[in-house]
């Protein structure tokens, strides 16, 4: 009559050890993924806010690009006016474009729109 019984508590308590063995193994499994997903939450708001920053960046160049634009064509067309009239004085009108607009391919502009005028004294001529 005891060697059922015994058998019986002792599958009960195989059950019940297997079971808290997967229970733990499950919750250790858990624990991790919810390590990893923490883990990859946080370099995502790092990335996130890179991207923000370049978007702000990017938005600035932008800007700054429109209003070089702006100011290119705005002194094409002064120059245009100063190749135009032969009366104006080209070193003052120069150095003030000059001033509003420093870029590298001003000498070429120069050229390209008074490419039939010759400069005398400062004087288009």
């Known amino acids: 009559m005891f060697s059922k019984p015994v058998v019986k508590s ?5 059950v019940v050890l297997l079971l808290t063995a997967l229970g733990v193994a499950g919750y250790g499994g858990y624990r991790i993924q919810q390590e990893k997903i923490a883990e990859l939450q ?3 708001r790092v990335l ?7 978007q702000a960046e990017y938005q ?7 209003q070089l634009t702006q100011a290119n064509e705005t002194l094409k067309t002064n ?8 009366h104006s004085r080209v070193r003052i009108a120069l150095e003030e474009a000059w001033t509003q607009l420093l870029e590298s391919d001003f000498e ?11 400069l005398t004294n400062g004087i288009v001529q």
Do not use: G, M
């Open 79 to 86: 120059l245009a006016v100063l190749c135009q009239d032969r």
């Open 108 to 118: 070429s502009q120069w050229k390209q729109i008074c490419q039939p005028t010759t």
């Open 48 to 54: 996130q806010q890179e991207v923000e920053r370049l």
């Open 10 to 14: 002792v599958t009960a308590l195989e």
């Open 60 to 66: 600035q160049q932008q800007q700054a690009i429109q």
């Open 42 to 44: 946080s370099v995502n």
